[in-house]
RNA sequence: GGCGACGUACCCAAGUGGCUAAGGGGGAGGUCUGCAAAAUCUUUACGCGCCGGUUCGAAUCCGGCCGUCGCCUCCA
């Protein structure tokens, strides 16, 4: 199995620390707004790649921590007078929601920032003493690149190509070269009731911290992947490598793994430019959860994704594909035999799409694989029987895929609103107007049927129904 | 200026030296059907941005050009 690790540009075998054990760091959601399908996105890589892994048989412990508080949500809380919880509550919520919608796995554990202050001072104190952290007038701290020689090595930065910025003049909190980046920030009065009283000073952590503090509480000062968006390559994992290691003195993290952009019309979409697309908004267009997830999942993780409403069409569609093919399974005969080849191809297909995904999670080609099984099981169906042994053979083959996938399987909500006796009444008194030729009232009550969700299926073998 | 990604059919998208260039959506045609719908089958790129080069052989390697996008500032 290999993986792109962005630190070395190149796909590596894989080789867990602890054999049989994965130790997973991913960058989560800053909760001062609601996450859109960006975000969700590379949530989406990362739960691919969590069950992939469980798939080749590791045991995972899965860390993503939650950022709920930043400059931003101080602005805000201080504006309304809100506390840091009561402005952040909502949010995280809402990210829970949309997790179990986009049925996207949760982590093992999900840290939040404030509730790390103290690991996080211990880490800065630790620096202070080495010397590599200094502070300025304001009680603000800042790491010092230039006692760490390997700053810039994750986004291959020259030190000295690095300019000066014109920020840096107008720069709130004082610090000695434009890319020395703050560990601390000195309490500010408007940042009002936001701050912490602590050994190091009063105020609150830098951004970048809270990722080096919480992942090294709960998976060690090494580990085996760290994930994010490719927009944190530079500077959050660049200076959380500075950080940990500069602290630890030992290797931060094996494989960096990021996941390239969706973008919306050829551009990135994100909070600051406002052309948000939310996952609650998709639902009520009455686009299914699990086309929004198959969308996602459906284009490589390192290749930009363009999202469009077309494709989420495509990917109802593709998805119904799913649905008719288990569907026509039910179609089977109690013989008992099994067929040596749906043995051969279920074998061959579930080979060839774990060939696939060992090669850097590609799931464009596993997925050719899965459609190219349903493809040459609806052959051998045209010309043979399946018997019910057939069909759980086939069934049982789908469902490791989607143990992955999370998306063959998937339950719609309207699922359980179906009252069966009524159904299987008109289809009678239909197929009564059927037996009497008059189409009319049997065209009638299919329309009707229809328009309540349910579509009839005639077949030689008499008349079933399917849930739209 | 520094770092980086990408350009394959109408759309999305695999393929990184060698069988007839996966797969999905769409289109076209057939089967089935009372008719539909659905399903299913078949079909849909002599060519992979352009121009050169290396090679017996390139979408795939090398060089140049054109185009699109991203990071370098908060961002998944």
Redesign the pocket.
Known sequence: MKFYNTFT?RKEVFKPIKKNEVKLYS????VY?F?????F???IFVDILKRYLKFKKYKVKHVMNI?DV???IIKKCSENNFSLEEYTDKYKKAFFDDLKTLNIQKADIFPKATAHISDMVILIQKLLDKGIAYKTDDGSIFFNINKFPDYGKL????KD???K?E?VETDEYGKDS??D?ALWKGYKPKDGDSYWDTEIGKGRPG??IECSAMSAKYLGETFDIH??????????HENEIAQSEAANGKKFVNYWM??????LK????????GNTVYIKDLIKKNYSARAIRFVLL???Y?????F?F??L???E??L??FD??K??LDNVENSNVENEKIIDLSNKMLQNFEN?MD??L???????????F??????F??TNKLSNLDRENIINSLKKIDNILGVIFLKSEKDNYVDEDKILKKIEE?NE??KN?D??K??KI?DEL?KSGI??????DGTTY?IK
Request: aromatic content about 8%; overall charge positive; glycine content about 6%.
């Open positions: 540009r960058c989560g959601p800053t707004n996450a859109h399908i960006g975000n996105r590379s949530f950022t930043d400059d931003k986004q291959k930065l020259d190509q690095m300019k910025g920020r434009a890319y980046f951004w970048h994930t994010g968006g490719v927009d944190l390559i530079f500077p959050h990021h996941c390239e952009y969706l973008g050829d551009s990135k979409m994100s909070k600051s430019l459906s284009v490589h390192r290749q930009k994704l363009n469009s077309e494709q069409d495509s990917a569609k593709t119904k594909k008719d093919f569907y026509e696939s090669d850097d590609n799931i464009s080609a596993a997925l050719g694989v899965v459609f190219t349903l493809k040459q099981i609806n052959k169906k045209s239909r107007a059927r030729k189409w009319d049997a065209d299919r229809l579509e009839l299926v005639d077949r030689n399917k």
